[in-house]
């Protein structure tokens, strides 16, 4: 397989599904490598879940933190 179908087949998932078991099974692991990040990966990172400055303002506890308001500040 060409390095260019390569590369398609890696960023087109329609053309990666065209293609047959023989040449997905040629293919290489992508190098940016499998991206599924859990809920708890998502709420480690910065804003993404209840910290110190940066997060979005709330009127609910939808982020699970004790308190009811947040202020914004950091922007």
Known sequence: MANIDIIRA???????NSLSEEQKAQLPDNPAGLVDLTDEDLNAVAGGGCGSGGFICTATAECGCPRTVWWCWGR
């Open 10 to 16: 890696w960023k087109d998932e329609e053309f990666r």
